[in-house]
């Protein structure tokens, strides 16, 4: 157990909460649950629908295909999560809609206290739950999810690495894709183990050499040209120096070579 108690709580509001606990109890994730790091609460509103039946959701007014979710139980829901976290958590529904989620959103999240996240189903929530009781939307992807769980766990995933004591190495967070570290923006580099060779494919020389500059520069090389290759619009936001100008027209010789 964190002696400090937990950084970071969570809670989320679904219909299938006992899947995604089982899928938050893996990894990186369950071992900061074990460690009381975060906290991570479910809300479902079948237990707070007003009928026999748990109904949470009704046709749409106007017509149309699928289902909406209801008002009342989806409402009561949110409100019940949220008195559970620190006064101002934010309340955030997964959505299409939403602005995109980013490395810099795990951030600003991973700084708060705590936060609800809203799950959807079927074809959405009633409107007037987002316009009462919803701070922001937030979308993992330009697709369409059956659910927001999935959604939840990105979210959960991508910020609880960030909290302090997480991960083993500090500085792991820092230097991956999308990092805060001195290469921040920029993709991975490439990454090998043992064997030296496999399949007759060999590690590069520069990597078991042990001279640490050249081997940031190669790596820094590597980030670059990925980058440009997989993801340009990310090298267009991020104004190069000259050191790494060179060393991507080096990747890029190298290649056609």
């Known amino acids: 157990m964190d002696a400090a108690g937990p950084r970071l709580a969570v809670e989320v509001v679904t219909l299938f909460p006992e ?4 899928a938050l109890a893996m990894g990186v994730v369950g071992r900061a649950l074990e460690r009381g790091i975060v906290t991570v609460g479910t ?3 079948r237990g707070l629908a007003t009928d026999l039946h748990g109904t949470v959701d009704d046709r749409s007014y106007g017509g149309g295909p699928g289902m909406v979710l209801k008002v009342e139980p989806l409402g009561r829901s949110i409100e019940r999560a949220g008195a559970r976290l620190p006064a101002g958590s934010p309340r955030i529904y997964l959505s299409a809609q939403g602005r995109p989620f980013e490395q810099a959103t795990a951030r600003r999240l991973a700084a708060l206290g705590g936060f609800v996240l809203v799950a959807g189903r079927y074809e959405g929530v009633d409107e007037r739950v987002l316009d009462e009781l919803i701070d922001e939307e937030l979308s993992v992807g330009d697709y369409v999810l059956s659910g927001g769980e999935i959604a939840a766990l990105a979210v959960i995933d991508a910020t609880v690495r ?15 894709s999308f990092g805060a570290g001195a290469h921040g923006g920029l993709l991975d580099w490439p990454h090998y183990t ?5 399949r007759g494919r060999r590690v590069p020389e520069v990597l078991m050499g042990g ?3 050249a081997i940031r520069r190669w790596r820094l090389k590597q980030a670059l040209g990925r980058t440009a ?3 340009p619009d990310l090298l267009a936001r991020r104004e190069l120096t000259l050191e790494e100008r060179e060393l ?5 010789e190298e290649r056609q070579s």
Not at 162 to 176: K, Y
Not at 194 to 198: A, T, V
Not at 248 to 252: K, S
Request: charged fraction near 40%.
């Open 229 to 231: 290759e997989r993801r």
């Open 248 to 252: 991507l027209d080096e990747y890029r």
């Open 211 to 213: 001279n640490h500059a």
């Open 162 to 176: 960030l909290l302090p004591g997480v991960l083993g190495a500090p500085e792991s967070a820092e230097q991956e």
């Open 19 to 22: 899947p995604l606990k089982a």
């Open 194 to 198: 043992r064997p030296e060779e496999w």
């Open 43 to 45: 809300e479902d509103p």
